[in-house]
């Protein structure tokens, strides 16, 4: 599904070069729920940017599908980033002027085809993630928990190869937290959903099927998820804490 090719890039600033991705290689298989994990600076968010084609890199492959994105023009990224990519941000980026079901609908408008179909397909999702009561709510009237609910449904509403999440609990209490990861996990069973989620916390992380640890631009460890979701978060915490050791 996605495959990461020796990525590297760097930033330039007053004539220095600082690296931040160093030849960066994994895959992400289909119907998988991988966590990437690192502190401040390690590159976790950068690499999603690349991803996206947010920003350029200086060398190495990304492989969505069969297709090498690195290869395509604006025109080309653009379409990629509207079907066949989903996003979710920590901050939401709901639109506060339309309704739930509008906002889970903007992609399909996006594309002009907000039909009938779009139409059912947005009450299917919000029926799954426990917000169908909502769905005529503005953002401003429901809690965190139902906006970045709400924003998982729209990243699902053009059958995206992938959903990108960045820190998507990073603004949530726990209770809400759970319920975030608990719709993507519905996303995963019921719709075998691809994500590809940077988290600094292990409690979400623990949910996935395998986390990523980054550590100064490189993979310092990958951990599959083996036992139950406290089981690894242990295993998770302990591998964190040897990674700031070293």
Do not use: W
């Not at 502190?39 to 492989?63: Q, W």
């Not at 397909?121 to 970045?148: C, N, T, V, W």
């Not at 995963?188 to 395998?210: G, P, Q, W, Y």
């Amino acid at each position: 599904m996605l495959q990461i090719k020796n990525l590297y890039k760097s930033y330039e600033t007053s004539k220095t070069r600082y690296p931040v991705l160093k030849g960066i290689s994994f895959h992400v298989e289909p119907g998988e729920f991988v966590a990437v994990m690192g502190s401040s600076g390690s590159g976790k968010s950068t690499l999603l940017n690349c991803i996206s084609c947010y920003i350029p890199y200086e060398k190495g492959n990304i492989l969505l599908g069969e297709q090498d994105l690195g290869e395509l023009d604006k025109e080309g990224l653009a379409k990629v980033r509207n079907e066949k990519l989903g996003f979710v941000f920590q901050d939401f980026m709901l639109l506060d002027g339309l309704s739930v079901k509008e906002n889970i609908l903007i992609p399909r408008i996006i594309r002009e085809n907000a039909d009938k179909e779009a139409l059912d397909y947005a009450d299917k999702l919000m029926e799954l993630f426990g917000i169908i009561h909502i769905k005529d709510k503005y953002p401003a009237d429901i809690s965190g928990g139902e906006r970045q609910r709400c924003a998982v449904a729209r990243s699902l509403i053009n059958d995206p190869l992938l959903i990108l999440a960045d820190e998507p609990t990073g603004n949530l209490d726990s209770k809400s937290s759970r319920a975030v990861i608990e719709a993507f996990e519905k996303a995963k069973e019921e719709m075998n959903s691809t994500i590809l989620m940077v988290t600094h916390d292990s409690f979400s992380a623990s949910f996935c099927d395998r986390v990523i640890l980054l550590k100064d631009g490189v993979i310092y460890k990958q951990l599959n998820r083996i036992g139950s979701q406290n089981s690894f978060q242990g295993y998770l915490l302990d591998a964190i804490k040897e990674m700031s050791e070293v």
